[in-house]
């Protein structure tokens, strides 16, 4: 079965694409925490953090590479934060590896 981001490249389900190059894309979030919140996500399907083996180096450099990229692209100048959730007790409601992008606004520490 395929995730909910294999289907938004496959373009089965219509949103409209932030950023994208050959190993990642970016959506903006449906559900914002934050005026800006985008997802960014490896087009190669890798469960979580907990999944990712050695093989998967590159493109885990690359995320992290990309994530102050697409904060330019979304204007964040003054500073944004990179969250992955791992696991359900973490939050997380996709099992696809995604890194989320929030900023727009002070955001508080620690999260709730």
Request: aromatic share 6%.
């Amino acid at each position: 079965m395929k995730t909910l981001f294999e289907k938004i490249l496959a373009k089965e389900i219509p949103s409209k694409l932030v950023y994208e190059d050959e190993f990642c894309a970016a959506i903006n979030d449906i559900n914002p925490q934050a005026p800006v919140h985008v997802l960014l996500f490896p087009k190669k399907v890798i469960a979580r953090m907990d999944a990712a083996t050695a093989d998967d180096l590159e493109i885990l450099g690359h995320l992290m590479l990309t994530v102050p990229k697409v904060a330019a692209l979304c204007g964040l100048k003054d500073g944004y934060r990179a969250v992955i959730n791992n696991g359900l007790a973490a939050g997380e409601t996709i099992p696809h590896l995604h890194i989320h992008i929030l900023g727009g606004r002070p955001l508080v520490w620690p999260p709730c």
